[in-house]
C-alpha cells in the first residue's frame, strides 16, 4: 500500500470571522477535488467514491470524510445545503476559494517520495528468524493478493477505460497496475528460489549487524 503524506498551511482567508487561516491535509484536498468532480455530494456519496477511486492507492481513515466537510464549509470552502424533508441529507458543493484553494495546491511539485508501507515486505526482512515454509507460504498469500488485485484493476479499465467522462482519472490505474505487475514478479521469483532451494538459508546469517 502507497501512501503520500503531505500537510501545509493555506493562504489567509480574510472572509473568515472565526479563523485567520485554515490549515488544510491530503485529506482536505481529496474532499474538495471529489466535490469538485463530482458535483454536489454527501458525506455517505464522498465515501463511497473515494473506496472506488483514491482509495486505492491513498489509505485513510473514512470517518475522515464526515468531518472534514464540516470544517471546510465552516472555512469558507464548501458551502452546505440541508434538504428540508425526507432523508434530510446535508449536501456539499465547493466554493470560489475553494476551488482557488484546490488549484493552487494541484500546481504545487511534490518533493515527498511515496511511502511504501507493506507488512510482507516486514516479514520477508525477518526471513531469516523464521522457516522456509513460512517464507513459502508468505509468497503464495501475497501471489493470491497481487493476482486478485490486477483482476480487480482490469476490470476497471476495462468497464470505464472507454468512458470520456471518467478518462482522464484512469491514468492513475496505469501506475498501479504497473506496481501490482512488479510485485507479482517479486514474490513469483521469491516463490521460485524457495521451491528450487536457491533462497538464503534462514538463521545463516542471524545474529549478524544489519
Not at 179 to 207: D, I, K
Amino acid at each position: 500500500m502507497i501512501r503520500i503524506v503531505c500537510f501545509r498551511l493555506s493562504r489567509t482567508y480574510d472572509s473568515l470571522p472565526d479563523m485567520s487561516s485554515v490549515r488544510l491535509s491530503t485529506t482536505s484536498y481529496v474532499v474538495l477535488g471529489m466535490i469538485a468532480l463530482r458535483g454536489p455530494s454527501t458525506p455517505y456519496d464522498l465515501k463511497r467514491a473515494v473506496g472506488r477511486s483514491i482509495g486505492y492507492f491513498w489509505s485513510f481513515p473514512h470517518a475522515q470524510l464526515y468531518s472534514e466537510p464540516k470544517r471546510l464549509e465552516e472555512a469558507g470552502l464548501l458551502d452546505l445545503t440541508e434538504e428540508q424533508h425526507g432523508r434530510r441529507r446535508k449536501l456539499y458543493t465547493i466554493t470560489e476559494d475553494g476551488h482557488a484553494a484546490l488549484r493552487e495546491w494541484l500546481a504545487e511539485p511534490v518533493n515527498a517520495h511515496f511511502e511504501l508501507r507493506d507488512v510482507a515486505e516486514i516479514k520477508l526482512f525477518f526471513n531469516e528468524l523464521a522457516d522456509l515454509d513460512d517464507v513459502a507460504r508468505l509468497a503464495a498469500s501475497q501471489i493470491e493478493q497481487h493476482e486478485r488485485r490486477i483482476a480487480v484493476y482490469e476490470d476497471m479499465k476495462a468497464r470505464y477505460g472507454d468512458i470520456d467522462d471518467v478518462g482522464a482519472r484512469m491514468v492513475t490505474l496505469e501506475l498501479g497496475l504497473g506496481m501490482e505487475h512488479a510485485a507479482l514478479e517479486f514474490w513469483q521469483r521469491v516463490a521460485g528460489q524457495v521451491e528450487r532451494g536457491e533462497f538464503p538459508s534462514p538463521r545463516a546469517t542471524a545474529g549478524k549487524a544489519v
